[in-house]
């Protein structure tokens, strides 16, 4: 928190801002005194001193212009100005404009009630965050009046006009349909099961088989989201430089294989940034061609999908941002694509392969909950889904989860929450745990099919895991 403070001493003339101010910073002293003399305010012939405290904390960026103006306009009126935030940029001409910085700044201060003085055009996207009493004004002048009359007269919150699931908006709006995937019912239930859980999923079949095609279809399929993640959303756009567009749809992210780490996982030299990882929080992360990434990339990748976040550290900044995904990668079977195909020879050798499939660590495949093999489609094979029906099941299974009392999605549950609500059957549990000792599965491969189970119970509105639910998890488990 910044409080910015002026003072008019009896000296030569002059204007200088203090406290560990960049250059942007700097440059406004030029940018305030055209605006304050387009509202026809002189200068007094006074040593004018602008002091940013605290001032140990370096500062940067042009939301402080507002804020420094009315500090020199309003010097000698007796405001309560104590506890609102002011942000906004200023033109020569006395314009408010708003900067990329304002929205993410806003919204982390949201934690509590505060009060916000902003530029008008800025108001469409900071009303719809909570928490947050919002005035604003288009031009300094307007700014000044509001303050010297005491007129501050809150804008209205903004509302959201999609359909819901409790507290949760969603959009039926499928650009890319299931109904255009022709066959593959294994793999299109698995992403249904992936969709509603966020469980992690890996596609393996020959090339033109659908894998791609099914997974860029996921992304209008994801459960619906709260307004906190809506926000969440529009904050990693806004870091991005993107326009916040406040739709309940979760971000999809596909690099390509060639992207270097610091892109896949965020760096900078002097500011840290976020990488693809971190831009895809709360949405679908997708590597196509899965062992064509390079090793240091898919090893890095292990960590933010065990801890659901990732560390960037720099000299000048450290900087830690939530990673919660549904991670999807797609393969082929071999470098030549031909293995599993009935009608084409595959050209590999067992080395090939073997070098091909050795790009991929156990432990990174370990954290996949789920594994389908892809056939080529038939000629013949037909939709016989499509995304609203889909969808359908996934709202269902949404509200089932909530009325159970489970907030968190079934794919990001850890050790205790798996305990608490993967409740199974006497049956079941036998099962799971007579496979585990023949198999020799791992506490990690135990857990992702308790939690892959009960996402299909869920589907199937049963408050128990059955027999039922844990054959169909081991059937989606990699072999």
């Known amino acids: 928190m910044v409080e910015v403070e002026s003072s008019f001493l009896r000296a030569l003339p002059s204007f200088s801002?203090?406290?560990?101010?960049?250059?942007?910073?700097?440059?406004?002293?030029?940018?305030?005194?055209?605006?304050?003399?387009a509202c026809g305010f002189s200068f007094p012939p006074k040593k004018?001193?602008?002091?940013?405290?605290?001032?140990?904390?370096?500062?940067?960026?042009s939301h402080f212009d507002l804020a420094i103006a009315l500090s020199i306009a309003l010097q000698k009126e007796r405001l309560d100005m104590e506890d609102i935030f002011i942000f906004g940029e200023l033109g020569l001409d006395g314009t408010i404009k708003e900067s990329r910085d304002i929205f993410p700044i806003v919204l982390s201060l949201a934690k509590r009630p505060v009060r916000i003085f902003a530029p008008r055009s800025a108001a469409k996207k900071l009303s719809a965050i909570p928490n947050v009493t919002l005035y604003s004004a288009s031009h300094l002048q307007e700014a000044i009046d509001i303050f010297t009359h005491k007129r501050l007269i809150p804008e209205?919150?903004?509302?959201?006009?999609?359909?819901?699931?409790?507290?949760?908006?969603?959009?039926?709006?499928?650009?890319?349909?299931?109904?255009?995937?022709?066959?593959?019912?294994?793999?299109?239930?698995?992403?249904?099961?992936a969709a509603a859980g966020m469980h992690n999923i890996l596609f393996e079949g020959s090339p033109g088989s659908g894998k791609s095609m099914i997974v860029k279809r996921m992304r209008y399929i994801l459960p619906p989201m709260r307004i906190d993640e809506i926000l969440e959303v529009a904050k990693m756009e806004a870091l991005e430089g993107k326009e916040p567009t406040f739709t309940p749809l979760r971000p999809f992210r596909s690099p390509h294989h060639s992207s270097s780490k610091a892109s896949l996982f965020g760096g900078g030299s002097t500011a840290a940034r976020p990488g693809e990882v971190a831009l895809a929080h709360l949405g679908i992360l997708f590597f196509d061609e899965l062992p064509h990434f390079s090793k240091s990339a898919l090893e890095a990748l292990r960590e933010p999908l065990q801890d659901r976040r990732v560390l960037i550290s720099r000299v000048q900044a450290k900087v830690e941002y939530p990673t919660k995904f549904l991670f999807a990668a797609a393969q082929n079977p071999c470098p030549c694509g031909n293995l599993f195909s009935t009608t084409q020879e595959c050209r590999c050798s067992e080395v090939e392969i073997r070098r091909y499939k050795g790009r991929l660590s156990e432990p990174l495949l370990d954290r996949i909950e789920l594994y389908?093999?892809?056939?080529?489609?038939?000629?013949?094979?037909?939709?016989?889904?499509?995304?609203?029906?889909?969808?359908?099941?996934?709202?269902?299974?949404?509200?089932?989860?909530?009325r159970r009392g489970q907030k968190e999605f079934n794919g990001w549950l850890d050790e205790a929450q798996i305990e608490h609500y993967c409740t199974m059957e006497d049956e079941a549990k036998e099962i799971l745990e007579r496979s585990a000792k023949s198999m020799g599965l791992s506490q990690r491969s135990i857990a992702n099919i308790k939690k892959v189970a009960r996402t299909i119970a869920d589907l199937a509105q049963k408050d128990l895991i059955t027999k039922k639910e844990i054959l169909e998890a081991f059937g989606y488990r990699r072999r």
């Open 17 to 37: 801002i203090v406290g560990l101010a960049s250059n942007s910073i700097q440059e406004a002293k030029e940018r305030v005194k055209s605006a304050l003399q």
């Open 48 to 61: 004018i001193t602008i002091n940013l405290a605290p001032s140990d904390l370096k500062k940067s960026g």
């Open 156 to 193: 209205p919150k903004r509302e959201f006009d999609y359909p819901k699931v409790g507290d949760a908006y969603y959009t039926t709006h499928y650009p890319l349909d299931f109904k255009e995937v022709l066959g593959q019912s294994m793999a299109k239930r698995a992403a249904m099961i």
């Open 372 to 402: 389908v093999r892809m056939d080529r489609s038939d000629p013949t094979d037909e939709a016989d889904i499509d995304s609203a029906q889909i969808h359908e099941q996934i709202l269902q299974a949404f509200g089932f989860r909530l």
